[in-house]
């Protein structure tokens, strides 16, 4: 089974950092494009980052202040995000697609204040 578990997500004031993690199971994690997605209070949810096997690629939003990066070897995945924005309040979403399904983690909270 399937199982995505966030964690990290905290209340930051702007300018600040966070790091979120994303522990994987039920699956062979190394084979798999990792994502982050992000929905704000009353808005969709919105794609954040993508990570291949070497290949990463961020929305323009995020693009020089966000890093997603994985550990194959612990099945994690994380996203460094620094200069934090109050625009990047929301719960952020592990993602992984499998047999075109998706799969999402329960989410973890990202709040920034000015």
């Known amino acids: 089974q399937v199982q995505l578990v966030e964690s990290g997500g905290d209340s930051v004031r702007s300018g600040g950092s966070l790091r979120l993690s994303c522990a994987a199971s039920?699956?062979?994690?190394?084979?798999?494009?990792m994502r982050w997605y992000r929905q704000a209070p009353g808005k969709e949810r919105e794609f954040v980052a993508i990570i291949t096997s070497r290949i990463t690629n961020y929305a323009d939003s995020v693009r020089g202040r966000f890093t997603i990066s994985r550990d194959n070897a612990k099945k994690m995945v994380f996203l460094q995000m620094n200069n934090l924005r109050p625009d990047d309040t929301a719960v952020y979403y592990c993602?992984?697609?499998?047999?075109?399904?998706?799969?999402w983690g329960q989410g973890t909270q990202v709040t920034v204040s000015s």
């Open positions: 993602n992984v697609l499998i047999d075109a399904r998706d799969h």
């Open positions: 039920g699956f062979g994690f190394s084979n798999y494009y």
